[in-house]
């Protein structure tokens, strides 16, 4: 397993607010690796969020994003309706590492070990680094986890209803921006052309988009090629002109620096906390850029986890869940502009709303 994409610039946790429920640091009996896994909220029910596996510079750093992706969980779950608290599992690996079979394998079930030993608060999915397949593994070592390989009787990755999710807030900021959910002839920037931005950019190239596309892994150009899109270099890939920037690798992209050099009329993408800092809303606002809230875009496949493993589970129901992430980030961009605030700010409102509400 090797992680090409750059590691994300993390404040160090003594400068993160801390209001988790419980956080689990541990070395792996079999992998030698540091993992943590971080409930921030059980508020709304068992905390629900994937497992990340990363290169970071040090292990402080892993943790520090585990405690950030873990908060926005519960405003992602709060948000999409779902009965489900915030929680994340990161595994921190040093640069340079790269995992044979057998170490993913042994980094799987110490994973399971952790989750396990927190007696059901939390239930991990796959995240950047992981697959159904891997969440195969850590069911070996406990009944916590979600997402695994239709095969094994498990209801598959979420990747399809992500990208069905961002898609329809991407139709929603169009609209928002242009008066239009017609994606044809529009000019749209992809960063990150993995699970979820490569089934975007099919989805937008076959509606007509006008694709520009970017990513750390240069193999995945041959997807651009395949459908016609221009190809950038993923440091200029925020300064092409167009209707829409859609940032899908790593977190903390939209630095004051980014946000200056843009030259878009709207920000929506899958990547979670695509904020470098909560003033960057603010950024993004005076220069008259409209960002749909990473936590209520990128939601889609939460729901159909969470709901697609209940009993009973009607897909179609769900996929109309997923679809409805539109009219969210409708009503968020309506409520920031009514209200004078920023859409980080309309959005949290509605998820501490219904968290106050239990």
């Given at each position: 397993?090797?992680?090409?994409q750059?590691?994300?610039?993390?404040?160090?946790?003594?400068?993160?607010?801390?209001?988790?429920e419980?956080?689990?640091?541990?070395?792996?009996?079999?992998?030698?690796?540091v993992?943590?896994?971080?409930?921030?909220?059980?508020?709304?029910?068992?905390?629900?969020?994937?497992?990340?596996?990363w290169?970071?510079?040090?292990?402080?750093?892993?943790?520090?994003d585990?405690?950030?992706?873990?908060?926005a969980?519960?405003?992602?779950?709060a948000?999409?309706?779902?009965?489900?608290?915030?929680?994340?599992?990161?595994?921190?690996?040093?640069?340079?590492?790269?995992l044979s079979?057998?170490?993913?394998?042994?980094?799987?079930?110490?994973?399971?070990?952790?989750?396990?030993?927190?007696?059901?608060?939390?239930?991990?999915?796959?995240?950047?680094?992981?697959?159904?397949?891997?969440m195969?593994?850590?069911a070996?070592?406990?009944?916590?986890?979600?997402g695994?390989?239709t095969?094994?009787g498990?209801?598959?990755?979420?990747?399809?209803?992500t990208?069905?999710?961002?898609?329809?807030?991407?139709?929603?900021t169009?609209?928002?921006?242009v008066?239009?959910?017609?994606?044809?002839?529009?000019?749209i920037v992809?960063?990150?052309?993995?699970?979820?931005?490569?089934?975007?950019?099919?989805?937008?190239?076959?509606?007509?988009?006008?694709?520009?596309?970017?990513?750390?892994?240069?193999?995945?150009?041959?997807?651009?090629?395949?459908?016609?899109?221009?190809w950038?270099?993923p440091?200029?890939?925020?300064?092409?002109?167009a209707?829409?920037?859609?940032?899908?690798?790593?977190?903390?992209?939209?630095?004051?620096?980014?946000?200056s050099e843009?030259?878009?009329?709207?920000?929506?993408g899958?990547?979670?906390?695509?904020?470098?800092?909560r003033?960057?809303?603010?950024l993004l606002?005076?220069?008259?850029?409209?960002?749909a809230?990473?936590?209520?875009?990128?939601?889609?496949?939460v729901?159909?986890?969470?709901?697609a493993s209940?009993?009973?589970a009607?897909?179609?129901a769900?996929a109309?869940?997923v679809?409805?992430i539109?009219?969210?980030v409708?009503?968020?961009?309506q409520?920031?502009s009514?209200?004078?605030?920023?859409?980080l700010?309309?959005?949290?409102?509605?998820?501490?709303?219904?968290?106050d509400?239990v």
């Amino acid at each position: 397993m090797t992680i090409t994409q750059p590691a994300m610039e993390l404040d160090a946790p003594a400068t993160l607010d801390f209001d988790h429920e419980r956080v689990l640091i541990a070395t792996g009996a079999r992998s030698g690796l540091v993992m943590s896994v971080a409930v921030h909220s059980t508020k709304l029910g068992q905390a629900l969020g994937g497992c990340r596996v990363w290169h970071y510079d040090t292990w402080t750093d892993a943790l520090a994003d585990c405690l950030r992706l873990s908060a926005a969980m519960t405003l992602k779950n709060a948000v999409a309706g779902l009965n489900r608290g915030g929680g994340k599992s990161v595994v921190y690996l040093p640069h340079g590492t790269v995992l044979s079979d057998v170490g993913k394998r042994d980094v799987m079930l110490d994973l399971g070990d952790a989750v396990e030993s927190l007696g059901g608060v939390y239930k991990t999915a796959e995240d950047v680094g992981t697959s159904a397949e891997l969440m195969a593994v850590v069911a070996e070592r406990t009944a916590y986890v979600c997402g695994l390989p239709t095969e094994r009787g498990g209801i598959g990755e979420p990747a399809d209803a992500t990208a069905a999710g961002v898609h329809a807030g991407i139709l929603a900021t169009l609209a928002a921006v242009v008066g239009s959910r017609d994606v044809a002839g529009h000019r749209i920037v992809i960063a990150g052309l993995g699970q979820v931005g490569g089934r975007l950019a099919r989805t937008l190239a076959a509606a007509g988009a006008r694709l520009t596309v970017s990513d750390v892994d240069r193999a995945k150009r041959r997807l651009s090629d395949e459908l016609g899109a221009a190809w950038v270099e993923p440091e200029s890939a925020h300064t092409v002109e167009a209707e829409l920037f859609v940032p899908c690798g790593v977190g903390g992209a939209l630095t004051p620096r980014v946000i200056s050099e843009l030259r878009v009329r709207g920000v929506v993408g899958a990547a979670n906390n695509q904020l470098a800092s909560r003033e960057c809303a603010a950024l993004l606002a005076e220069r008259g850029i409209l960002w749909a809230p990473d936590f209520v875009v990128n939601a889609g496949g939460v729901v159909y986890l969470a709901l697609a493993s209940e009993p009973g589970a009607d897909l179609a129901a769900i996929a109309a869940r997923v679809d409805a992430i539109g009219d969210t980030v409708a009503a968020v961009y309506q409520e920031a502009s009514a209200n004078g605030t920023t859409t980080l700010v309309a959005a949290e409102r509605r998820a501490r709303a219904r968290l106050d509400a239990v």
